[in-house]
């Protein structure tokens, strides 16, 4: 059995990979309307940074407007937005939720705010280039197109080796996010970078039966818009710099808070591909944790083991190679080595505790 999973993952994997993903190509010069959408809940150590790079951006800025949505933020985030807007060179809406709270209701709020077809969402804790704008939105003039899955980074400006780790750990989730989407079968997203038309938002039905999901603001949008309109006109831009970064994790407990959260939703997905496709990848990890636990009870040799735990590092360090130098960073032997070690206990106790554990997010039971 751990033979026939293995070898459905390696099948996986060279489906994958086959075929290597290209940068996007431009198709013209030419600028949309923009709204960038984004929400925000408690973080006045970011959103200066955030504005200042926002005003960088090498973006007409009759084309651009700003919707800021406050999520109901206990510290001085709204105050400090408020004081800096009037500087900024395009249009800003500086907006605060009412009854509804969490991520999903800003970003419908921020939505029927915009008055332009292109919408770009981010969080508030990102980073991003001078050209950010024009990378995720030029791609809207293919017609068909509806949906952009932009790459996000995980960076820390002096690395621990656990956020070295988690910059890693990231750049793999990054290579199935673009793979799969290259391949028409897109599984992941994420809310970090994202972009749609604004009209097919609300075409989608975007969060409908996820809204008491607080997270999965982005992989719940790309189902619906799979529901809605299929695979065809979703496209992952290829483009560094179309990149966002985002810090790493710095403590244990926040990390595993943060992945609890992300694993609980799992339990509401009905798109087939991401159902498929992870469980795949689960019983891979699975597999190697049967294998360690059966050379312990003497089920299997210790050469067996090795084996498995090789078979499966080997796919994932090829994966990740064929990622762009500027989203995966270097040393990829060494931390996807140390990461298969940890990672099948780490992701199958995630699941496990998923299931028992709401933990708080930002104040907040998940």
């Given at each position: ?7 459905v ?31 925000y ?11 200042t790079?926002?005003?960088?951006q ?39 939720l009412g ?5 999903k ?35 809207f ?9 932009g ?98 994790i ?11 959260r ?43 083991f ?6 499966k ?13 500027w ?40």
């Amino acid at each position: 059995m751990i033979g026939f999973i293995l070898l459905v993952y390696a099948v996986f994997i060279v489906w994958m990979i086959l075929g290597k993903v290209k940068p996007t190509n431009k198709l013209s010069e030419k600028m949309h309307s923009v709204s960038i959408v984004i929400p925000y809940r408690n973080e006045e150590n970011n959103v200066m940074q955030l504005l200042t790079l926002l005003a960088r951006q090498k973006y007409a800025s009759e084309n651009l407007e700003l919707i800021l949505v406050n999520d109901h933020s206990t510290d001085k985030g709204f105050t400090l937005i408020d004081s800096e807007i009037d500087k900024l060179p395009f249009k800003v809406h500086h907006l605060s939720l009412g009854i509804e709270y969490g991520k999903k209701a800003a970003i419908k709020v921020g939505v029927e705010t915009a008055k332009n077809d292109v919408i770009i969402c981010t969080d508030a804790d990102c980073a991003m280039g001078e050209n950010w704008i024009f990378e995720m939105q030029f791609v809207f003039e293919g017609e068909k197109v509806q949906m952009a899955l932009g790459p996000v980074m995980l960076h820390s400006k002096k690395p621990t080796w656990f956020q070295k780790l988690q910059t890693f750990e990231f750049a793999s989730i990054m290579a199935v996010t673009m793979y799969t989407a290259d391949k028409k079968r897109p599984i992941l997203s994420n809310g970090a970078n994202i972009a749609f038309r604004r009209e097919l938002f609300f075409a989608s039905a975007n969060y409908e039966g996820n809204e008491d999901v607080a997270s999965g603001d982005d992989i719940f949008l790309l189902h619906a818009f799979k529901r809605k309109f299929g695979n065809e006109g979703i496209r992952f831009v290829a483009n560094e710099e179309a990149l966002v970064q985002t810090e790493a994790i710095s403590d244990f407990r926040s990390f595993f808070k943060q992945r609890i959260r992300w694993a609980a939703k799992s339990k509401k997905y009905k798109d087939y591909d991401t159902i498929k496709f992870g469980l795949v990848i689960s019983l891979a990890n699975v597999a190697v944790l049967v294998a360690f636990v059966g050379f312990l009870l003497q089920y299997n040799s210790f050469s067996f083991f090795v084996g498995v735990f090789c078979f499966k590092w080997i796919l994932d360090l090829i994966l990740v190679q064929q990622v762009p130098h500027w989203l995966r960073g270097n040393s990829i032997v060494k931390w996807s080595f140390i990461l298969s070690i940890f990672y099948p206990v780490y992701s199958v106790g995630i699941a496990l505790l998923s299931l028992f554990l709401s933990p708080q997010w930002k104040g907040r039971k998940t």
